[in-house]
């Protein structure tokens, strides 16, 4: 069971325009979401991240959403740039899991961002 | 400079050999963290560590092993019993609870 989904496993975007990628979750005791960037035989770079207190979190170019009514978050890219061609991937993880310090998280199946010329 | 460092970068595992598969961090990070990447899916939590001497069980435990003696180190063995050992491993570490995880460049195992 898949409770962390990237329903979208390509997407091409043309420079300079907005790239949306999109995640969902089932599990509503998540309550902490990250963006993780990968690029081949890497491991995944933390991107930005966001806290169900907020609905919003912006670094940069990159601005992550969170509707968590509706259990969906999404990443947005302005302006796209080739350098951000890469795999995307959603994480999330519950927010007292343990009582500890261990935060497991769950990641989704990853989107293919392509930055065309 | 302060990172993790995973090696080797490609590791070739026989039938039936146990292989290990280092991972190290100088970040002064408590917990430790071992996924595996399959072509199409997400990252997978084998096992994680939260401090030394201490580790759990993640999603996808059997047929591997680790051990957490030194803060440092968290070495992954991938025993015999793991029938479908191919993928790529990624070992990460994070001070504690919501802080972010950094992850180490991978090592892919191959099976001859």
């Known amino acids: 069971d898949q409770q962390v989904k990237q329903n979208s496993p390509s997407l091409s975007v043309q420079e300079g325009r907005i790239s949306i990628l999109n995640c969902d979750y089932t599990?509503?005791?998540?309550?902490?979401f990250l963006w993780y960037k990968k690029y081949p035989a890497e491991g995944p770079t933390f991107l930005i991240s966001i806290s169900s207190i907020k609905d919003k979190n912006e670094d940069g170019r990159f601005t992550v959403f969170l509707n968590k009514s509706a259990k969906h978050l999404s990443l947005h890219i302005v302006p796209s740039q080739p350098g951000d061609s890469a795999v995307y991937f959603c994480a999330a993880s519950p927010e007292n899991e343990l009582s500890g310090t261990a935060s497991k998280l769950t990641f989704g199946t990853g989107t293919r961002l392509q930055v065309t010329l | 400079d302060g990172g993790i460092t995973q090696s080797p970068k490609y590791l070739f595992r026989k039938e039936g050999q146990n292989v290990t598969l280092s991972c190290e961090q100088n970040l002064n990070h408590d917990a430790m963290y071992w996924y595996r990447q399959d072509p199409g899916q997400g990252l997978r939590l084998i096992y994680y560590s939260q401090i030394v001497n201490d580790f759990q069980k993640g999603d996808i435990a059997e047929g591997y092993s680790v051990s957490r003696e030194k803060k440092e180190s968290f070495p992954l063995t991938v025993t015999s019993a793991q029938k479908n050992p191919t993928a790529f491993y990624l070992c990460?570490?994070?001070?504690?609870?919501?802080?972010?995880?950094?992850f180490g460049p991978g090592t892919r195992l191959l099976v001859l």
């Open positions: 990460a570490s994070s001070t504690g609870l919501y802080e972010t995880q950094y």
């Open positions: 599990n509503s005791m998540f309550d902490y």
